[in-house]
Every structure is written in C-alpha cells, then in structure tokens.
C-alpha cells in the first residue's frame, strides 16, 4: 500500500499527507518508492504544497531523494508535523519553506541504521556508508537550526526526542500549531528512549514478519525454501521457537529443503548431510539469537 496521498483541489495549495512507513518496506516490499511519489507530484509541479507528515521514518534514501524534490518544487512548500516525524521523516520536514508542528506532536533524531550481511571488508563499507548517511543529515539539521555541528551530532548519537516546544527551541520549526490527534500509532520498539506516551504494544502480526525477515536474512543465498514455507515457519516460532527448529530440521532431513546451497546451480545431496551438521548448526544457533527477542 503506498504510504502517501495527495489531494489536489481546483485552487489552493496541493495536500500530500505521509502518514506510514516512508518507501518500500524491508519486511514485505509493501510500499512505494521515491520514484513513484516524484512521478505522482509531477502534475502539480506549479502548486504550492502542504505537506502533512505522521511518520516514524524508513528508507533513508527515499527520504533525501523526497526531501530534495521537495526543496526544489516551484511552488511554496510548508511541512506540517501533525502525529510523529522520526528519522529520516525529519529531513522530510525540515524540507519545507515553512515548517509547523502541532503541539501534541513529537520529533526524533537518531544515526541511520541498518542490517548488515557479508565479510569483515563489507561490514566495514558498510559503516563508512552509514557514518557518511549520518553527517548528511546532521548537516541538514545544522543548517536548519544554527545550531552547531557537534551539539547535532551529539543530540543523534543519543537518540533524541523532541516535543513540540522543544523542536522549535532548537530551531527545527517556525511555529507550534493547535493540538491533533494522530491518525495513526506506530511499533517503535526498534528505537531507543521512546517516551511512555508514544510506546504501542508490538502486534503479533509484526512479529511473524520480522521473524521471517530475519530467518531470510540469515539464510539468504543458503537455503532454497520458498517464501511459503518462511511463513508458515516464522508464525510458528512466533508460538515455539523450539518447535519452529525442530520443523525447520525436518524439512532439511526430509530434503524438502536444501541447505545449505552447494555449489552454483546444484544442491547438496540429503546423503551428505551429516557431512555439514557443524555448519548448520551454527546457522541454526543463529536464528535463535534472532527469533529469541520477537516475542508479543
């Protein structure tokens, strides 16, 4: 489902409401991508825009690349923090001419994060990667503000939560607006210092999907299950972690499943199974590390 809309009237400035997860996400591909949101503005290319924001963020590069259409629109652009803009939905924000944020509103800045898979030489690119995402962004927020540098840097590592008074202390919004009620409430049990008010209990149908996530991510390029068997495998461990590896042995034994990959283009046999148990263990070790937490 897209995680925008727009509602153009005949005259009057254009209303683009990002009220969800910001691009594609992660853990079912559900969403749309920056592309997708610049080709649907492409006709009000000349408006002026509100751009009404309720997000706890996503992918950081949807966001820059919707933050950057948005400070180059020709018309005047104002942002509204109506609910929540955390993350990458602060440079979203902050993209504005303009920016307003309701008094029952709430701000977070953080370092931009990620999964990671591959050898030392990768995880260490990959840290490069996100350190540099995350001098971009506090330069935006610097510039922003006037505030410096450092005092941006230090207020991201630590995960920093703003009210509405707070936000326009630092200088993040031009002006606090009436009390709304959010449209929507959010998981943000994958931040750090949530105020009590904005914690939600984590839905056991977001459970099944980051276990599955999780289980093809540990497993990706190994395992030749489809993505009907991760399913059924991760709402079982949602249940019985123990149960759900038990099953996933099974499938293996049984050669229902081959795992982990052999060679380019062939499986390993079910006969020389006993030859990589020591591997799949470890694999197995793994994915209880995973599944452990993601408990309703």
Not at 157 to 181: H, M, N, S
């Amino acid at each position: 489902m897209p995680w925008f809309s727009i509602t153009a009237r005949e005259s009057g400035p254009v209303d683009i409401f990002i009220y969800d997860v910001i691009g594609k996400d992660w853990l079912s591909s559900d969403g749309v991508s920056a592309r997708e949101f610049v080709q649907a503005l492409a006709p009000h290319r000349a408006r002026d825009l509100i751009v009404r924001i309720n997000s706890p963020g996503g992918s950081v590069f949807d966001g820059q690349a919707i933050a950057s259409t948005l400070r180059d629109h020709a018309g005047h652009v104002e942002t509204r923090i109506e609910g929540l803009a955390a993350s990458i939905a602060t440079v979203i924000a902050l993209a504005g001419k303009r920016v307003t944020m309701a008094e029952t509103a709430s701000m977070m800045i953080h370092n931009p994060v990620c999964l990671c898979h591959g050898d030392a030489r990768e995880i260490r690119g990959t840290a490069d990667m996100l350190e540099k995402l995350g001098d971009q962004i506090a330069d935006v927020y610097a510039a922003r503000t006037g505030k410096a540098k450092t005092d941006i840097v230090k207020a991201m590592d630590a995960t920093t939560w703003f009210t509405a008074t707070e936000a326009k202390e630092w200088g993040f919004v031009d002006e606090i607006t009436a009390p709304l009620k959010a449209a929507a409430a959010f998981d943000l049990s994958r931040f750090t210092n949530v105020p009590t008010a904005l914690s939600v209990p984590q839905p056991a149908t977001t459970v099944r999907r980051v276990a599955e996530a999780a289980a093809r991510f540990l497993l990706r390029g190994t395992c030749d299950a489809t993505n009907e068997q991760w399913s059924r495998l991760a709402a079982m461990c949602e249940q019985d972690p123990a149960k759900a590896h038990a099953e996933f042995d099974r499938m293996i034994k049984a050669g229902e499943v081959h795992y982990p990959a052999g060679p380019v283009g062939v499986d390993i046999e079910h006969s020389t199974a006993t030859k990589i148990e020591s591997e799949h263990r470890a694999y197995a070790d793994r994915l209880k590390r995973f599944y452990a937490p993601l408990k309703v």
